[in-house]
Structure formats: C-alpha cells, structure tokens
C-alpha cells in the first residue's frame, strides 16, 4: 500500500458497480468471522437490540449518480446486519457536509442532544472543531486496529502535535487530489493533445486555444462555491504547503495575505476571460459536472470522486492533469486533497462500543473495496495492494496515482481539510462570489481573516 500510494502511505463518489465476486468475497469473510470487529456491549440492556443511527453525507450518495439504497454504505450496512443479527442500523441522509444546511444540522443537534450515533464529518477542521461533542475512541480502537489504517493525523486533536491526542474520528479512504479533466476529442479540435500545463497561466492560454475553436473550454457550477475551493486548494497547497496551511490554522499566519488573494484572483480571471460557461456563478455543481460528463465543454475541475461519472459518459474519451500552480509557488509539482472522510461516534450515543463495531466493520478492506468506483479513492487499509486487473479497471484512478509514484508530486491536505468548518462554510460563499465578480479578493481576504480571528478567540475561551 505504501508504494501505491507514494509518501502518504494509504489515503468524497459516484455509481458504483462492485461485482458480485467481490461481494461474495466481503459476505465469506464476514460469515468466517475474519473482520476487525471485535468489542463488548456497554450499551443498551443484555439481549436487547439497539437501533444505531448514522448520518450519511449527501456527497457520497444521490447527488453524485448513486441511489441511497445502491451505495456503499447501505450495502455495507446490510452486510454488517445479516452477520450481527442483534443490530438494527438506520441510515439517515444529510446535506453535503460541507452546506450551510449541514452545519446548522450538526450545531442545533449538537445543542439539542439529538444528534445520531454515528456521523459522517471531513477529517481536519470540522472534525476538530466538533471534538467537545465526540467520543475519543484511542482506547475503543486499540493500537492494532489503527497501525491498520491511515490517514490518522486530522482526525486527532493538535494533528499530530499532542501525545496521544484524542483521536475523534476513524479515517476512510485514502483520500482525493483535485485535477482538471479533460475531453480528448474536444481538444483535438485545437490541436492540443496530452495536456500538461505547467502553470495556471499555461492553463489560461490553452483554454483561449480551445475557445478559438469555438469550444467552450470549461463547464463550472460554481452556486455552492465547491468547485472554486478544490481549484484553490490545489494553488494554496502549491504557494505554502502543508505547513503554511497550519500556521493560518493555528493563528500564526494572517488569512489576508498573497495566500488568499492570489487564489482568489486566479479563480476569479477563469470566469473573466470568459472561459466558462456564461452561467456559471448561478450554475450548480452537479449540473456542471453533468455538463461536461455529457461532452458540453473541454474541460472542469474536480476531484476523483467523479471518476466514474465521466468514464460513463465519455468513455475513454477523458483525461486528467493536477491543477497547474500559480507561477512563483513554493512548490511547482503539488497535488491536493488528501484523507476526507471519517465516521465519528457522538458523546450522545447510547450505544459507544456497539458503533465502534460497525464503524470498525466498515472499514474493513472487503467493505472499503465496495466503495472504489462510488467515491473515486482506494481504500486506507494498509494491506490493499492493486492487482493488474484493479488498475485496468479504474484507469483515471490509475491516472492520478501515476503522478504521485512516477512524478513525485508533493501532496498537500487541502485548505478546507484543516482550517475549522465554520471557516471553510465561509469560505465556500466567498468563493461564488468572487468567481462571478460581486466581491473583489482583497475583501473576501479581508473577511476570511475576520471570520478567523473570531473564531480563534472563541475557541481560546472554551
């Protein structure tokens, strides 16, 4: 797993089609009893059967191609449950965890006591930031458990700072990096092909290449403010890194800063030169990420979770390259993303050790392989290693990982995956707006770092 998946060590999402083989393979290890699984009752009275309710992000089902019923995680429920007969599991689906809709959910149950037992929540800030309200599960785990997976780091409190910090969250999936995907045959109209800008510049003239040829060089929904932050992601990672990400994190690096602006202003320059779809600022993603999968524009920018939304309706007419960086970055080859999903337990639950056993059965690599093709990522477990056929199979998967195994390219945990939620839902809407050009980058700096102080002076009170 280290190899394949480069320095990080192992590492959220569209339809599935995991083959009957290998749920065949998941329901024979399962019924032999070879899973990770393994902790007494503490909850509920002796021969009752508990009802353990999770919370599932909107984005890794439905909105990305997925019926709720069809995902993943529902198949993996039903297989936990016909081995666990004393379980009841009730899947709740939420709002992409990353909406306004979601936080004030998870705020107003937080307050309330109503929250599930288990949640769905982005590793690093929103992880983090909701810890007074999580199980610390270091001793509910064990040290077995966790050598077993990766991607530990921003789902424990001081990430990595702290000896033996509480860990709140358990890691799935070895994580996304943001790329710009391409249509092969729209590109050729302009001559240009196997894409590989160096800069976002570069990136800027091939798109005034392919706009020449009357094409339009990009589908963007840009509503919700996503698609602008995997793109600035990726040109954040690319200016300071990791660790200059952690030091706005930590109060020791001002938002207002190049860090921002440039972003910022990048983004904004994509839509200005008209490189878009006219209606971008008002379109939503998902409609954008349609647009292109159906062969309406040359390129976009995601990350793999939409892997298999395009190879449906491109075939092997799609390509991808990382997000070029700005010009003068820290780091010229960079690729951002990183871990992103986790399951957390909720101090309200009833049933602690019961959700541990789910979340530890779910996370097992027979499981974990279910999900591949849903949310365009590999499994965390140490011990996956790809066949030749698996690479076969998911060859824009394949893609990606070639750049961190062949290229080396340095990878970066995405802004939004450390900085606090609260900060990230800000930074969403500032993104739309300064995309469409009603706020200029310097105040969406400006505010950023508002929003941040505030923040920072609350959590130094309790």
Same mark, same amino acid.
């Given at each position: 797993?280290?190899?394949?998946?480069?320095?990080?060590?192992?590492?959220?999402? +569209?339809?599935?089609?995991?083959?009957?083989?290998?749920? $065949?393979?998941?329901?024979?290890? =399962?019924?032999? $009893?070879?899973?990770? %699984?393994?902790?007494?009752?503490?909850?509920?009275?002796?021969?009752?059967?508990?009802?353990?309710?999770?919370?599932?992000?909107?984005?890794?089902?439905?909105? %990305?191609?997925?019926?709720?019923?069809?995902?993943? =995680?529902?198949?993996?429920?039903? =297989?936990?449950?016909?081995?666990?007969?004393?379980?009841?599991?009730?899947?709740?689906?939420?709002? %992409?965890?990353?909406?306004?809709?979601?936080?004030?959910?998870?705020?107003?149950?937080?307050?309330?006591? +109503?929250?599930?037992?288990?949640?769905?929540?982005?590793?690093?800030?929103?992880?983090?930031?909701?810890?007074?309200?999580?199980?610390?599960?270091?001793?509910?785990?064990?040290?077995?458990?966790?050598?077993?997976?990766?991607?530990?780091?921003?789902? #424990?409190?001081?990430?990595?700072?702290?000896?033996? $910090?509480?860990?709140?969250?358990? *890691?799935?999936?070895?994580?996304?990096?943001?790329?710009?995907?391409?249509?092969?045959?729209?590109?050729?109209?302009?001559?240009? #092909?196997?894409?590989?800008?160096?800069?976002?510049?570069?990136?800027?003239?091939? $798109?005034?290449?392919?706009?020449?040829?009357?094409?339009?060089?990009?589908?963007?929904?840009?509503?919700?403010?996503?698609?602008?932050?995997?793109?600035?992601?990726?040109?954040?990672?690319?200016?300071?890194?990791?660790?200059?990400?952690?030091?706005?994190?930590?109060?020791?690096?001002?938002?207002?800063?190049?860090?921002?602006?440039?972003?910022?202003?990048?983004?904004?320059?994509?839509?200005?030169?008209?490189?878009?779809?006219?209606?971008?600022?008002?379109?939503?993603?998902?409609?954008?990420?349609?647009?292109?999968?159906?062969?309406?524009?040359?390129?976009?920018?995601?990350?793999?979770?939409?892997?298999?939304?395009?190879?449906?309706?491109?075939?092997?007419?799609?390509?991808?390259?990382?997000?070029?960086? /700005?010009?003068?970055?820290?780091?010229?080859?960079?690729?951002?993303?990183?871990?992103?999903?986790?399951?957390?337990?909720?101090?309200?639950?009833?049933?602690?050790?019961?959700?541990?056993?789910?979340?530890?059965? /779910?996370?097992?690599?027979?499981?974990?392989?279910?999900?591949?093709?849903?949310?365009?990522?590999?499994?965390?477990?140490?011990?996956?290693?790809?066949?030749? +056929?698996?690479?076969?199979?998911?060859?824009? =998967?394949?893609?990606?990982?070639?750049?961190?195994?062949?290229?080396?390219? +340095?990878?970066?945990?995405?802004?939004?995956?450390?900085?606090?939620?609260?900060?990230?839902?800000?930074?969403?809407?500032?993104?739309?707006?300064?995309?469409?050009?009603?706020?200029? *980058?310097?105040?969406?700096?400006?505010?950023?770092?508002?929003?941040?102080?505030?923040?920072?002076?609350?959590?130094?009170?309790?």
């Amino acid at each position: 797993m280290r190899n394949w998946l480069g320095r990080r060590g192992a590492r959220t999402r +569209t339809q599935t089609r995991a083959q009957a083989g290998v749920l $065949g393979a998941v329901a024979m290890v =399962l019924l032999l $009893g070879i899973s990770a %699984c393994s902790s007494s009752s503490t909850g509920g009275t002796s021969g009752s059967k508990p009802t353990i309710t999770i919370w599932n992000d909107a984005l890794a089902s439905g909105s %990305c191609g997925v019926p709720a019923a069809q995902s993943f =995680l529902t198949k993996g429920v039903a =297989l936990f449950e016909k081995t666990n007969p004393g379980f009841n599991v009730k899947i709740v689906q939420t709002e %992409c965890d990353g909406s306004p809709a979601f936080s004030t959910l998870l705020k107003s149950s937080e307050v309330a006591g +109503t929250t599930p037992d288990i949640g769905q929540l982005y590793v690093g800030g929103q992880v983090i930031q909701n810890g007074k309200y999580l199980v610390d599960l270091r001793q509910q785990l064990g040290n077995d458990y966790i050598n077993s997976l990766s991607g530990w780091k921003y789902v #424990t409190d001081g990430y990595g700072t702290k000896t033996n $910090g509480a860990i709140f969250g358990v *890691p799935f999936g070895a994580g996304y990096w943001y790329m710009v995907y391409y249509n092969k045959a729209l590109l050729a109209k302009a001559g240009i #092909t196997n894409p590989a800008p160096a800069t976002w510049n570069d990136l800027l003239t091939l $798109g005034q290449q392919v706009k020449a040829k009357g094409v339009t060089p990009f589908d963007i929904g840009e509503k919700e403010g996503y698609v602008g932050a995997w793109t600035q992601d990726a040109l954040i990672s690319g200016l300071v890194g990791d660790a200059g990400v952690l030091k706005m994190y930590n109060g020791q690096a001002s938002l207002n800063s190049a860090t921002l602006t440039q972003p910022y202003q990048a983004w904004h320059q994509l839509f200005a030169d008209g490189l878009t779809n006219s209606d971008a600022p008002s379109l939503s993603y998902a409609t954008g990420i349609a647009n292109f999968a159906a062969g309406k524009a040359a390129m976009t920018i995601t990350g793999g979770f939409y892997n298999s939304t395009f190879s449906k309706g491109l075939g092997t007419n799609v390509g991808l390259f990382p997000v070029p960086t /700005l010009a003068g970055s820290q780091i010229q080859q960079s690729l951002s993303g990183g871990p992103n999903n986790s399951y957390v337990v909720f101090k309200a639950s009833k049933y602690v050790s019961q959700d541990v056993k789910l979340i530890k059965f /779910l996370t097992t690599l027979p499981v974990q392989q279910l999900s591949v093709s849903e949310l365009g990522q590999l499994p965390n477990n140490v011990s996956f290693t790809p066949s030749a +056929t698996f690479i076969q199979q998911q060859p824009l =998967l394949s893609q990606m990982y070639n750049y961190i195994l062949v290229k080396h390219y +340095t990878l970066g945990e995405a802004f939004d995956n450390i900085m606090p939620g609260t900060i990230c839902s800000y930074w969403y809407q500032t993104n739309s707006a300064v995309f469409g050009g009603s706020l200029s *980058p310097s105040s969406a700096a400006s505010s950023m770092q508002s929003q941040m102080q505030s923040y920072l002076a609350t959590a130094s009170t309790g």
